[in-house]
Protein backbone atom coordinates (compact mmCIF):
# COMPACT_ATOMS: atom_id res chain seq x y z
CA UNK A 1 0.00 0.00 0.00
CA UNK A 2 2.46 2.35 1.02
CA UNK A 3 4.64 1.55 -2.37
CA UNK A 4 1.27 2.46 -4.31
CA UNK A 5 0.86 5.96 -2.37
CA UNK A 6 4.47 6.49 -3.31
CA UNK A 7 3.91 5.45 -6.58
CA UNK A 8 1.17 7.43 -7.46
CA UNK A 9 2.24 10.93 -5.15
CA UNK A 10 5.76 10.61 -7.84
CA UNK A 11 3.69 10.22 -10.88
CA UNK A 12 1.14 12.92 -10.00
CA UNK A 13 3.60 15.53 -8.21
CA UNK A 14 6.04 15.30 -11.27
CA UNK A 15 3.30 16.01 -13.25
CA UNK A 16 1.05 18.53 -11.90
CA UNK A 17 3.65 19.74 -9.14
CA UNK A 18 2.71 20.25 -5.45
CA UNK A 19 0.49 22.55 -4.98
CA UNK A 20 -1.32 21.24 -7.72
CA UNK A 21 -1.81 17.84 -7.19
CA UNK A 22 -4.79 16.86 -4.02
CA UNK A 23 -4.16 13.84 -2.10
CA UNK A 24 -7.93 12.93 -3.42
CA UNK A 25 -6.46 12.37 -6.73
CA UNK A 26 -3.19 10.30 -5.46
CA UNK A 27 -5.70 8.27 -3.46
CA UNK A 28 -8.04 7.37 -6.49
CA UNK A 29 -4.60 6.65 -8.50
CA UNK A 30 -3.25 4.47 -5.62
CA UNK A 31 -6.32 2.75 -5.04
CA UNK A 32 -6.29 3.94 -1.64
CA UNK A 33 -8.26 6.52 0.76
CA UNK A 34 -6.83 9.46 2.01
CA UNK A 35 -6.83 8.41 5.59
CA UNK A 36 -4.30 5.76 4.85
CA UNK A 37 -1.97 8.41 3.15
CA UNK A 38 -2.32 10.07 6.39
CA UNK A 39 -2.09 7.20 8.14
CA UNK A 40 1.34 6.15 6.48
CA UNK A 41 2.87 9.80 5.27
CA UNK A 42 1.14 12.24 8.14
CA UNK A 43 0.29 14.87 5.61
CA UNK A 44 0.10 16.10 1.88
CA UNK A 45 3.79 17.46 2.66
CA UNK A 46 4.53 14.56 4.57
CA UNK A 47 4.58 12.41 1.43
CA UNK A 48 6.58 14.98 -0.87
CA UNK A 49 9.15 15.28 1.94
CA UNK A 50 9.02 11.59 1.81
CA UNK A 51 9.30 11.28 -2.27
CA UNK A 52 12.15 14.41 -1.88
CA UNK A 53 14.29 12.39 0.49
CA UNK A 54 13.86 9.23 -1.36
CA UNK A 55 14.88 10.97 -4.56
CA UNK A 56 18.44 12.64 -2.79
CA UNK A 57 19.00 9.41 -0.80
CA UNK A 58 18.98 6.94 -4.10
CA UNK A 59 21.31 10.08 -5.62
CA UNK A 60 23.49 9.63 -2.51
CA UNK A 61 23.74 5.71 -2.95
CA UNK A 62 24.64 6.41 -7.23
CA UNK A 63 27.56 8.84 -6.01
CA UNK A 64 28.85 6.80 -3.29
CA UNK A 65 28.54 3.45 -5.48
CA UNK A 66 31.15 4.85 -7.85
CA UNK A 67 33.70 6.77 -5.94
CA UNK A 68 37.08 4.99 -5.78
CA UNK A 69 37.83 3.37 -2.84
CA UNK A 70 41.60 3.34 -3.16
CA UNK A 71 42.19 6.38 -4.91
CA UNK A 72 43.99 9.20 -3.69
CA UNK A 73 41.78 11.67 -1.81
CA UNK A 74 42.17 14.48 -4.92
CA UNK A 75 40.96 11.56 -7.03
CA UNK A 76 37.96 10.45 -4.96
CA UNK A 77 36.85 14.06 -4.44
CA UNK A 78 37.00 14.86 -8.17
CA UNK A 79 34.92 11.74 -8.64
CA UNK A 80 32.21 12.53 -6.42
CA UNK A 81 31.92 16.01 -8.34
CA UNK A 82 31.53 13.74 -11.63
CA UNK A 83 29.13 11.72 -9.93
CA UNK A 84 27.34 14.48 -8.48
CA UNK A 85 26.70 16.04 -12.00
CA UNK A 86 26.45 13.23 -13.65
CA UNK A 87 23.45 11.86 -11.54
CA UNK A 88 21.87 15.44 -11.90
CA UNK A 89 22.32 15.03 -15.62
CA UNK A 90 20.95 11.62 -15.62
CA UNK A 91 18.03 12.15 -13.41
CA UNK A 92 17.77 15.87 -14.37
CA UNK A 93 14.10 16.07 -15.25
CA UNK A 94 13.25 14.57 -11.68
CA UNK A 95 15.37 16.27 -10.01
CA UNK A 96 15.14 19.55 -11.78
CA UNK A 97 11.25 19.28 -10.21
CA UNK A 98 12.37 18.42 -7.07
CA UNK A 99 14.20 21.72 -6.88
CA UNK A 100 12.30 24.15 -8.55
CA UNK A 101 9.15 22.90 -6.19
CA UNK A 102 11.10 22.84 -3.15
CA UNK A 103 12.69 26.12 -3.57
CA UNK A 104 8.60 27.25 -4.15
CA UNK A 105 7.60 25.93 -0.94
CA UNK A 106 9.90 26.42 1.37
CA UNK A 107 9.37 25.27 5.03
CA UNK A 108 9.71 21.54 5.89
CA UNK A 109 10.05 20.89 2.00
CA UNK A 110 13.20 22.87 1.71
CA UNK A 111 14.55 22.20 5.44
CA UNK A 112 14.32 18.09 4.51
CA UNK A 113 16.27 18.92 1.17
CA UNK A 114 18.98 20.48 3.26
CA UNK A 115 19.31 18.03 5.66
CA UNK A 116 19.14 15.09 2.99
CA UNK A 117 21.97 16.80 1.36
CA UNK A 118 23.84 17.70 4.05
CA UNK A 119 23.60 13.96 5.58
CA UNK A 120 22.99 11.65 2.92
CA UNK A 121 24.63 12.86 -0.40
CA UNK A 122 27.54 15.19 1.10
CA UNK A 123 28.44 12.68 3.46
CA UNK A 124 30.87 10.85 1.35
CA UNK A 125 32.80 14.14 0.68
CA UNK A 126 33.01 14.85 3.91
CA UNK A 127 34.18 11.34 4.53
CA UNK A 128 36.81 11.64 1.86
CA UNK A 129 37.95 15.50 2.89
CA UNK A 130 38.47 14.21 6.50
CA UNK A 131 40.69 11.31 5.42
CA UNK A 132 42.61 13.86 3.29
CA UNK A 133 43.40 15.88 5.68
CA UNK A 134 44.54 12.72 8.32
CA UNK A 135 46.53 11.93 5.85
CA UNK A 136 48.18 14.55 5.10
CA UNK A 137 47.06 15.02 1.37
CA UNK A 138 45.22 18.58 2.28
CA UNK A 139 45.45 21.61 4.38
CA UNK A 140 44.05 20.85 7.68
CA UNK A 141 40.98 22.84 7.92
CA UNK A 142 37.48 22.63 8.49
CA UNK A 143 36.30 19.90 6.41
CA UNK A 144 32.15 21.10 6.41
CA UNK A 145 33.27 24.10 5.22
CA UNK A 146 35.37 22.41 2.43
CA UNK A 147 32.34 19.98 1.41
CA UNK A 148 29.96 23.04 1.29
CA UNK A 149 32.57 24.90 -1.33
CA UNK A 150 33.00 21.40 -3.46
CA UNK A 151 29.41 21.21 -3.52
CA UNK A 152 28.31 24.77 -3.97
CA UNK A 153 30.72 24.95 -7.00
CA UNK A 154 28.83 22.35 -8.06
CA UNK A 155 25.43 23.73 -7.02
CA UNK A 156 25.85 26.81 -8.93
CA UNK A 157 26.17 25.50 -12.48
CA UNK A 158 22.85 23.23 -11.62
CA UNK A 159 20.74 25.47 -10.38
CA UNK A 160 22.05 28.23 -13.03
CA UNK A 161 20.82 25.26 -15.75
CA UNK A 162 17.47 24.40 -13.82
CA UNK A 163 16.33 28.28 -13.44
CA UNK A 164 17.89 29.95 -15.85
CA UNK A 165 18.48 27.51 -18.55
CA UNK A 166 21.88 27.67 -18.67
CA UNK A 167 23.79 24.89 -20.65
CA UNK A 168 25.81 22.82 -18.64
CA UNK A 169 28.93 22.42 -20.02
CA UNK A 170 30.52 19.07 -17.30
CA UNK A 171 33.84 20.25 -17.61
CA UNK A 172 33.77 24.13 -16.41
CA UNK A 173 32.67 22.74 -13.10
CA UNK A 174 34.52 19.67 -12.73
CA UNK A 175 37.56 21.81 -13.62
CA UNK A 176 36.74 24.41 -10.94
CA UNK A 177 36.45 21.56 -8.14
CA UNK A 178 39.76 20.64 -9.81
CA UNK A 179 41.25 24.35 -9.09
CA UNK A 180 39.66 24.40 -5.12
CA UNK A 181 41.16 21.11 -4.93
CA UNK A 182 44.76 22.32 -5.98
CA UNK A 183 43.88 25.11 -3.22
CA UNK A 184 43.79 22.44 -0.12
CA UNK A 185 46.79 20.56 -1.43
CA UNK A 186 49.85 20.42 1.00
CA UNK A 187 52.63 22.18 -0.22
Known sequence: MRDRIFASA???????????????EISADA???KPMIYYYFGSKEGLYVH????????MAEAIRSRVPAGAP???QVLAFAERYLDHFLAQEEIIALVLREVFGL???PMAALAQTLAEQVRQPLDEILRHGIEAGAFEPGHVSSCATAITGILNMFILAHVFGGASIDRETPIEQVRYYIRGLACR
Open 106 to 108: GGA
Open 73 to 75: PAD
Open 10 to 24: LRHFSRSGYAATSLR
Open 51 to 58: IVRQILEE
Open 31 to 33: QTT
